[in-house]
């Protein structure tokens, strides 16, 4: 499955792609979106001057830059990706600022990394062969691709109503079907009906896509899911991870899915082709209930083998983790509960920024991870901008973080061995595996709030709060057809555009303060 790539970055909106090997939020998209980063002409050659005069000056002599490709994207920034394993950069517009997009960059560059979903898919166009190539329609399927994504059922009928050859795979080994799945909830069953109906055959798609059946696990869709099955949907169909419908689930949260696939057969046992089995899926994207809830009915994990550090590194290995601190960082920032512990086990030490992360994840009531962190020597006392973790813990009543946070205070409080070391010895940290340096994952762990997030966002966004007001948005009769993927393009800011205008705000696109009152306000209504 693909988070992303193998294990690297980022996260969660987990839509329809494939899932992840282990540590990059795999499972979560690749098909999350048609609002994807694509390399495009570039006829602003001042632009690209200045740009590649600023990613040039940011390799400087820790790279050859010669071995670097300089992509144009549609947002307008500029990307230096190594032609081989080497880091990736960005040179933001903008900011006239240089970022990191993965872990060799970080590391080996000393730069920055930006705090936006966007450089997952960056990072995707970097790692393909000479940048994204725009999805190939092919000629036949053109009318019928077009009418689905007007998400009218009228239109497709129209369409269908010429026999059109609704089995044909574009170039990203789509058929129409996979576009329908796509569709936000409005209308979706009936178009995804009327294709099955006309013969859409739910096992077809090419190397590069999932199977329909995972698509619609991602979305807890149970009507289609039983739609697709009646027609003969396999329930065991794997990606080219060899994930089935079950890991996507799983990795999605997709509780009554999970259910649904147990009673048609599935194991909660079948482990993908890298040996990571639903439950390490689960924890992949952070879904800890859904890995408590899979472990309560007999779900094993890797992680359950891994009795010594040197098993650990085996499985890294085995699973393609990116092994360097900097990734390891990364994976806690994204709540990769499974990449986290893996890496922990295998050597690594809890740093200064990781230690830092307590107060937000007792904040977050994110136990696992934090529990995880503390077992490998975190600090429970740390204080960040004023506040401990027991501080937010308290301020939320959570019981189960209290009681964490007081264990590892006490056990800190009692006199230690003369023998026991104080500090992790950074001679066991294990070296970078330069050939297994993965892709950055695509999507965000997290499942969906109803809260509206504060402060602002704008185009290029990406995330679980960007989901969140796009389903506020298609709640409250706007259209983004793409549905809710976490991603800030051109159909979002349009979107938004519409409700400010009908609501007398300035309609620049950009959500913040002003539109958030609004939207909350018409939500509360509408709900009432």
């Known amino acids: 499955m693909k988070y992303g790539g193998k294990f690297s970055l980022l996260i969660v909106v987990f839509l329809a792609a494939g899932i992840l090997s282990a540590c990059s939020n795999d499972k979560i998209t690749k098909e999350a979106s048609n609002e994807t980063t694509q390399q495009v002409t570039d006829n602003d050659l001042e632009g690209r001057k200045e740009a590649e005069q600023a990613l040039k000056h940011a390799v400087g002599l ?30 933001d517009k903008a900011e006239r600022q240089v970022y990191a ?28 062969e000479g940048g994204d190539k725009k999805t190939e329609i092919k000629k036949d399927s053109i009318p019928l691709i077009e009418a689905i994504k007007s998400a009218d059922p009228n239109k497709v009928k129209q369409v269908l109503n010429d026999k059109p050859n609704i089995n044909i795979l574009d170039s990203a080994g789509k058929t129409a079907l996979h576009y329908a799945l796509d569709l936000p909830p409005v209308n979706r069953s009936n178009i995804v009906k009327m294709l099955v109906d006309a013969g859409a055959d739910s096992n ?18 149970i009507p289609i899911m039983n739609m697709l099955i009646t027609a ?34 599935e194991s ?10 639903p439950v390490d899926h689960a924890w992949i994207t952070g879904q800890s209930e859904m890995a408590n ?5 007999g779900g094993k994990s890797a992680l359950d083998q891994v009795k010594t550090k040197e098993d650990a590194q085996k499985l890294m290995k085995q699973a393609e983790v990116e092994a360097t601190q900097n990734f390891l960082e990364l994976q806690v920032f994204y709540n990769n509960i499974f990449c986290t512990k893996l890496m922990l086990k295998a050597g690594f030490p809890v740093n200064s920024v990781m230690n830092q992360t307590l107060p937000d994840l007792a904040k977050n009531g994110r136990i696992e991870m934090m529990e995880a962190l503390l077992e490998a020597g975190a600090n429970p006392n740390i204080v960040v901008d004023g506040r401990t973790a027991m501080d937010e813990a308290a301020k ?18 009692k006199p230690k061995s003369s023998n026991a070391p104080t500090t992790v010895d950074k001679q066991t940290v294990p070296v970078t595996q330069e050939k297994n340096v993965p892709k950055e994952p695509v999507v965000l762990p997290g499942k969906i709030q109803d809260e509206l997030p504060d402060g602002v966002l704008k185009p290029g966004s990406k995330g679980p709060e960007v989901q969140v007001l796009q389903e506020v948005l298609i709640e409250l009769g706007e259209s983004i057809p793409s549905g809710a993927d976490g991603k800030y393009g051109r159909e979002t800011t349009e979107a938004l555009k519409s409700f400010q205008k009908k609501n007398n705000l300035t309609a620049d696109g950009v959500y913040g303060p002003s539109s958030k009152n609004i939207l909350d306000k018409l939500l509360i209504e509408q709900r009432d």
């Open 62 to 91: 820790n790279w050859n830059w010669n071995d670097m490709r300089v992509i144009r994207t549609d947002y307008g920034d500029y990307l230096a990706c190594a032609d081989k394993i080497g880091p990736m950069i960005v040179y």
């Open 101 to 128: 997009l993965n872990g060799q960059a970080k590391g080996r560059l000393k730069l920055p990394v930006r705090n936006t979903q966007l450089d997952s898919d960056y990072l995707n166009a970097c790692l393909q």
């Open 204 to 221: 077809l798609n090419g190397p590069g896509a999932i199977p329909a059946l995972s698509m619609a696990a991602t979305k807890n869709d």
């Open 232 to 265: 003969g949907a396999d329930v065991k169909k794997g990606d080219w991870d060899d994930a089935p419908p079950f890991i996507y689930a799983a990795a999605n949260n997709a509780r009554e899915a999970v259910d649904l696939l147990l009673n048609k057969g």
């Open 268 to 277: 909660v046992n079948r482990a993908d082709k890298n040996g990571l089995y």
């Open 293 to 297: 809830y899979l472990r309560s009915l």
């Open 396 to 413: 939320k009543s959570d019981n189960i973080a209290i009681q964490l946070l007081t264990k590892y205070r006490e056990n800190q409080n």
